[in-house]
Every structure is written in C-alpha cells, then in structure tokens.
C-alpha cells in the first residue's frame, strides 16, 4: 500500500466531489418558502467547509440608497446578531462593502456595523469566545447584488483561495434559488401579466389629508374591531390605533413618500380582529387633488384581506417580497448611477453639470429646486441653478457669506448636512434671515462638492415641503455628490482650457480687418467641434504699397493647441515677407522652406495673392489650397483656376502664379477646406453649395452688405446646431477700383534735368487735385530727392507715378536693382542724407523689385477729406 492510500481526507483536504455534493444539494432546495431556506442551507454548507462558528445572510431592503437587512443567522446568539439587523450601505462593516463592491471581503477580526457603534445609548454585542475573522461573499443578482453571506472563522488567518471560491459558488447557487422564488411570487400575484385579484371580502376608503376625516365602507366593521360604523365619517387616528404597533412606522412611511412623489400608494399591515388575533390587510390608492387651486389631496382606494393560513406562510412571503424588493433597489440605484454617470460624462460645461444633475437627481428624491455654488474667496458664486427665481439666485450669487451658516459647515467639516424643514434651518442658524433665503423651499439637503481633495463648493437641494429623507437616501446623495464635484471640477478646467483656446485665438487671428480704399473685407472662423477651440485655420488682410492689398487664407492639417503655434508662426512670416512687397510665388516658397524645417509631420495649405487696384488684376499663388469664388456683380459665381501645387512642407518650388482682372464691386470668397467638406458630402459638393449659396444671394442684391453675405454662407454651410469635423474658415472681400483720373504716371530721361521736369509735373497734378496747398512743398521735396537719387546712383529710365486715394503715393522706379539703405552720416558728410530726410517726411516708404528693375514708393496722409472722397467713403462703407 503505498504512502497515503487508505487514509481519510482531513478537514483541509476535503476534496472537489464533495464541494460539488453540497453545490448540487443546495442548487435543489426548493423555492416555495421564499429562499430563506437556501439561505440557511448555504450558510450550513459554509460552516462545514470552514468549521465556522455562524453565519448571516443579509438581504438588500427598499429605497434608492438601500440598506442590508438581516434575513437569516446561524449559530449566533441574539444579542450578538441584533448589532447586524440593519446595515446602512455606507457602512464600512464587511456585508456592506462585499454588497457595495461586489467582491469578497475578509476581516481578520469582527468589527461591530458602525451605524450601531455609533449610538452610546446601545448595548455593546459580546464578546466571541475566541479569535475570529468574517468573510463575506455577495449574493449576485442581474441588476447588482441581492445582499451577502458572511461565516465567522474562528482564526485571524486569512481563508484560502479554493474555500473562498467554494462560498462564492455557495452564495450564487443561493442566490439562484431567490431569484426564483420572487420569480415565481411575481407569477402568482401576476398570472398572465394581469393586476393581482382581491381575495376574500373588500371595501373602499377616503381620506383627506388636511383634515385627517376618512370615509370607510361597511365591510370593513367585518374586518377591524373597535371602530364604531354608526356613521360615514371618521378619524384617521381611531383607524391608526387599530393597526399592529410594528406595522404603523412602516404605514406611515409608506404614506409620506406617496404623497410626497405624488403617486400611487400601497401597503400591506395587520389589523386587529374581534377576536383578539391579528390579521393581515392590503391596501391601494390613488392620489388626488381636492382642487386646482390647493395643494391639499385625498386618497381615494379599496383594501382586501390577505390573512394567510399560517404565519409561515406570511413569512415566506415576507421574504419573497424582500428579494424582489432588493431586486428593484439595485435595479433603481443603478439606474440612477448610470444615466447621471453617462450624462455627467458628457457634461464640458457647468451648465452642463447642472442640467444633468436637474434631470436626474431631483426626480429620484422628489426634489424641486437644485443650487449648484462655488467658493470664490469669501463670496459665493452661483454657477446654476433651476428651481429658485433668477431674482433670488442673482442675490445669492457674490454675496459673502458667514462661516457659521448651512454654506459654511459643508465647507468647513466637508460632511453633508441635511434639515427636515426650514424651521431646523433657523433653530440651528438663527442669523441665517440675514442671508439670501428661498422662502418658498422648506427641507433642503446640503452637499459638500469635494474633488481631488479640495472642495470646490456645495449643491443644494430644496423641498416643497418638509421632508425626513431616508439613511440611504442621504447615503446614496453623498455618494452623488462625489460624481458630481468630478464632473463640475472637469467642466471648470474645460471651460478654463477653452477661454484660454479662445483668447489664443483671437490673438492669433486678426482682431479687426483694416479699412481700405480699394478692398472692404469681413471674415468668420469657427472652430471643429471637439477638443480645444482652437485650430490652425487662418486668414488675413495685409496693406501694400500703391494701394495694392495682400489676400492669405491657409490651413495648418490639423487641430489644436500645436497647429495654432504653426499658424501663429506662418501669419507671422506671411506679414514680414509681405512687407518686402515679394509676389506671391516667392512668398509660398518661403513659406514652404519654414514649414519644411519645422518636421516631416507638419503640412499647411496656403493661398496669397495681391490685389492691384490701379490695374484690378489679382495676382495668387496656392499651395494645396481650395480655389476663391469670383462672383460678379450679375450675380454668376465662378472658381477661379488655381495650379494644382501640394501643400507646404510637401510641395518643391517653383509655384505657379496665376491671374484674374476683377471688375469694381466683384465679390472675392477666400475658405479654408472646413467650409465646403464634410461628413455627408464631400467637397465638390460643397463647393457647389457655396457658390449657389453666392449665386442666389447677390443676384438680385449685389451690393448685399459683407456681413449679410458672411451670414448667408456660415447658415447654409456651417448650421450652429451641427458640430463640424473641422475648422473653417471663410474671407469674404468687395473689390473696388481706384478712377483713373486719381492715377497719372510719366517717363523722364536719364538726365540731371530729369529732377526739375518732375517737379513741374507734380506741382500741376496736385494743383489740379487741390492738394497744392496741404502737400506741395513736402512732396517736391520727396519727389526731387527720389529722381536725383537714381539719376547719381542708378541707371533709367525713370518714372514716375502718382496715386491719389487716402493717401497719396508717389512712386519713382529705375532699371536697378541695387538696394536703398540709408545710412548714419558724419557731420563732416556733404552727402547721404536723403534717405533720412524722406524717412522722415513720409509716412511711410519702401521698394519693391520686380524684373526690370525697383521701385522706390513713398506715401503720405492727405490732410483733410473733400466732399467727392468723404461721399464716395461712406458710400463703400454702408456697402460693406
């Protein structure tokens, strides 16, 4: 025989087979007396498998907090077991966290439920006799746990693995066997899905609630003794005194959620009989209002009896009745947590929070006012509310508010605080009428709002009316209120994150599109919508010499706070180059260079181009970028024909530049790709859309103001309601031409006297004019100092052009293409100083190249508007 063989199995070796013995065994009790016997067989097999020294079964009770209450013991005297009656969800003993959790939870040694501890006036529980520790597993249900099993182990040595998945086996079999019995209890009170049939003899009843004066039937002097029928009315109280004293907290309780939820009231209690015994009555009515104009109701319903043959019979529906209520509670409980979580969720605003909190948490506990506060130094800010008048809730918002005050203990003690009526409110702060106060809410419930360790505020829910709220309802409103400081504290750093995206932004982009003579502009932005509001969309209006004016729009691939810093750097650049008065290839080639050198992952899109409004010809160059629509003034819209060229950072130069002559009053559209692209077309279509959107709203009205314009295009293609996957932007422009009597030019020999010949010229012009008076000395000046310098330093021949508009331009150009620096001269030098002198009296000048040669452009102000511009000016204006 070899080693081992023939030897009994231990107590720890007990093997698979028997385990699955006692699982078959228990898997077949039946279900009729409503699973308590399960409960009891579970807890049998349990202190087999452990050599416990007892067990307790708790079961989930009613309410939308729940607690535990105890169903069944086993081998535990009362006056250890009567701690373990009732078990608040938030307690921190061990059936509560394995019901909370729903995991297995050991404690080496036996801890008392805290809710029982903490009453001094209660007994101690004794003492065990030895060292024991207490598992607890829970009892599974399809809508969370139905309640836990607990054993007491008599060692502090935490049970192996394979016991304590035996006992979670042992507590699912059980739970099985609950589930059926309610099962089957639904059936029978519900055959075919129909209302429950009274049994045995009925009646009806009325009762008002503010007189407390009911109306019975005469049946029920065949049911309750001690009530005297010599007429139709009478007490309520003399009804109440007939109901067994266990049963009257449970009636009344009953009573006051129906008629604070408004709705249907049923319950079940015993009354006493003539014979002395008690007997068993059910209940059920609707709740009505006496009239429209009262707040007073009555009960109007009908009662049966429901005297069960035995009290064991009672009892197992009693059980019955307990699962299929703990079945109800976790369903309600995780129904509540699951739409507030899912809402909360998508909560990015405070508003937001408050809106989802409203909707939820205020009908689940018949609430009808809700403040949500945050703490600003010493003052409280009211982020949102529903319920209160704005009036009360702009008084409350920024007023300081005393440390010693509801506000002030939440915040002080981080613990909630909860008040039956309004009259506690005062008792407990009496200075309270100094502060803002709703008069027209009585209970209320004060919340801490704690997030990340801090508290952040306090939310407030009001009552109509005096309210006792529940141990787990104020349970289950503490643990909200957690959910809800996240999720405020989340909306707050979005909303944070977004102001800043915003400011960004619009410092990125241009605040104000300049006023122009030749050019009226205005222009839309919108973000995607998602993520920060903020993107690498970006267009603008860039003045030029001679009245010509720059046109940017371009697209930084991408969205976010990184692309933003691109397109900042890219507006930038875009700005100095412009003012080197480069052309439009030349500008997308360097452009392509920076963009280049900023990583293989970086790509934008860009068109430039520059309006000449001497010539109304529009010179672009686009990288990637959507072709403008040109619409003119009958109203037909075109795309412009742009060169297919890639995008920057993947394109190689050279670009291609093209042209189109724009006629006076034509409208010019710039877009970013966001505008015309998205989920449910794509872009060809909605370059047809924009351009009918065009078509249909200038032809009839083709000096539409811009804004107008602007609205009609962000409606039909950018709809508010409708986020969109990218960022769009869109720069709608009215071309106007410079009258060509404002425009005069001529050509001079490469002579000394080319200087006089051209100040003759100027004196007749601005005679001519009438800028003779303000301009003619500072402009022959200017003009004389240009010609000589390109007659001593450059080579013709030479011209000279001058453009009157807000400004007016004088522009001198040779075949040169040294560059003009001015340079610091000695006070020893003859020379060198011209350069310094028309510095100084223009306002502005520069050069320009082209391939002939340069130009050399000076502008200065015109000092006062005449009639025809001022008329003309504000007549562009209200165009635009």
């Known amino acids: 025989m070899g080693v081992g063989e023939g030897l009994a199995e231990g107590p720890q070796e007990r093997p698979d087979r028997v385990r699955s013995e006692r699982l078959r065994l228990l898997a077949a009790v039946e279900p009729g007396d409503g699973g308590t016997d399960a409960l009891r067989s579970a807890l049998a097999h349990a202190m087999a498998e452990f050599d416990g020294l007892g067990g307790m079964a708790h079961l989930a009770a009613g309410g939308v907090a729940g607690e535990l209450d105890l169903a069944v013991s086993s081998g535990l005297p009362a006056s250890f077991i009567r701690a373990w009656q009732v078990i608040p969800k938030g307690d921190p003993a061990a059936p509560a966290e ?169 319950t079940e209690f015993r009354v006493r009989r003539a014979s002395g015994s008690y007997g068993w009555l059910r209940s059920r009515a609707m709740i009505t209002p006496v009239d429209e104009s009262s707040k007073a109701v009555r009960l109007a319903g009908t009662f049966w009896d429901t005297t069960w043959d035995t009290d064991e019979d009672h009892a197992a529906l009693d059980s019955m009745a307990r699962v299929l209520s703990a079945v109800r509670a976790a369903s309600a409980r995780a129904a509540l947590i699951d739409r507030l979580t899912r809402a909360l969720t998508e909560a990015v605003t405070p508003r937001d929070v408050v809106d989802a909190v409203a909707e939820n948490v205020l009908p689940a506990f018949n609430a009808s006012g809700l403040l949500i506060c945050e703490v600003q130094g010493g003052t409280m800010r ?341 986020p969109i996957a990218d960022d769009a932007a869109l720069l709608v422009l009215r071309t106007h031409r410079i009258a060509p009597e404002n425009v005069v030019s001529w050509t001079f020999a490469d002579d000394p006297r080319a200087a006089g010949l051209a100040r003759e010229h100027v004196r007749e012009q601005l005679a001519a004019w009438g800028l003779d008076d303000t301009l003619l000395m500072t402009t022959e000046l200017l003009v004389s100092e240009l010609v000589g310098n390109v007659v001593r330093h450059a080579k013709g021949p030479i011209g000279l052009r001058m453009i009157r508009s807000w400004t007016l331009t004088c522009e001198v150009s040779d075949g040169s293409l040294t560059t003009p620096l001015i340079r610091r001269s000695k006070l020893t030098d003859e020379g060198g100083r011209g350069l310094q002198l028309v510095a100084a009296l223009s306002h502005r000048w520069g050069t320009r190249y082209s391939s002939g040669g340069k130009t050399i452009w000076v502008e200065q102000r015109i000092p006062r508007i005449g009639p025809a511009r001022a008329a003309g000016t504000a007549a562009r204006h209200q165009r635009a």
């Open 98 to 266: 394995a019901w909370r959790t729903g995991r297995p939870v050991w404690r080496p040694a036996i801890e008392t439920p805290a809710a029982w501890a903490e009453e001094s006036l209660r007994p101690r529980p004794p003492r065990l006799p030895m060292a024991a520790g207490m598992l607890c597993v829970p009892l599974p249900g399809p809508a969370g746990p139905l309640g836990a099993l607990s054993v007491l182990v008599p060692s502090d040595a935490e049970p192996a693995r394979d016991q304590q998945e035996f006992f979670q086996d042992l507590a699912r079999s059980a739970a099985e066997v609950l589930l059926r019995a309610a099962s089957d209890a639904s059936t029978a009170a519900h055959p075919g899905g129909a209302e429950p049939q009274p049994e045995g003899i009925t009646g009806t009843w009325e009762l008002d609630v503010v007189t407390g004066r009911v109306v019975y039937s005469d049946s029920l002097s065949e049911l309750v003794a001690g009530i005297d029928f010599h007429g139709p009315v009478e007490r309520f109280e003399s009804w109440r005194d007939m109901i067994h004293p266990d049963d009257r907290p449970n009636l009344e309780k009953d009573l006051e959620r129906a008629l604070r939820a408004d709705r249907e009231y049923e």
């Open 382 to 722: 009211v982020t949102g509310g529903t319920g209160y008048s704005q009036d009360f809730i702009d008084r409350l918002s920024g007023s300081p508010f005393p440390w010693d005050s509801p506000f002030g203990q939440v915040l002080r003690t981080r613990a909630p605080v909860f008040f039956a009526s309004a009259k506690e409110i005062l008792a407990r702060f009496p200075h309270v009428v100094e502060y803002p106060f709703a008069d027209d809410k009585d209970a209320r419930a004060f919340l801490p709002l704690i997030a990340s360790g801090r508290v952040i505020g306090a939310g407030v829910l009001g009552f109509d009316g005096p309210c006792h709220l529940s141990r787990e309802e104020r349970t289950l409103l503490t643990a909200l209120s957690g959910l809800i400081a996240q999720a405020l504290d989340r909306a707050r750093l979005y909303d944070d994150a977004a102001t800043r995206a915003r400011e960004l932004q619009r410092d990125l982009l241009p605040r104000e599109l300049p006023e122009l003579p030749c050019l009226s502009a205005a222009a839309h932005y919108r973000p995607a919508g998602y993520g920060a509001e903020i993107g690498g969309d970006w267009y603008d209006v860039i003045p030029l010499s001679s009245e010509r004016v720059a046109l940017v729009i371009g697209d930084v691939m991408g969205h976010g706070i990184s692309e933003a810093a691109t397109m900042g750097r890219l507006r930038t650049a875009v700005r100095t180059l412009s003012d080197l008065d480069l052309p439009p290839d030349e500008i997308l080639d360097r452009l392509n260079a920076i963009v280049g050198d900023l990583g293989e992952d970086y790509f934008a899109t860009c068109l430039y181009g520059v309006y000449d409004p001497v010539s109304g010809v529009l010179s672009f160059a686009s990288a990637g970028h959507p072709p403008p629509v040109l619409v003119r003034r009958d109203g037909t819209a075109a795309y412009l024909t742009a060169a297919g060229n890639p995008p920057l950072g993947a394109a190689a130069p050279p670009f291609d530049t093209m042209t189109a002559r724009l006629g006076d009053g034509d409208l010019l559209v710039l877009y970013t790709d966001g505008l015309v692209e998205a989920v449910d077309h794509d872009i060809d279509a909605g370059m047809a859309h924009l351009s009918g959107t065009l078509t249909a709203a200038l032809r009839d009205e083709p000096d539409m103001p811009l804004r107008l314009v602007r609205d009609n295009v962000t409606r039909a293609l950018l709809p508010a309601q409708e």
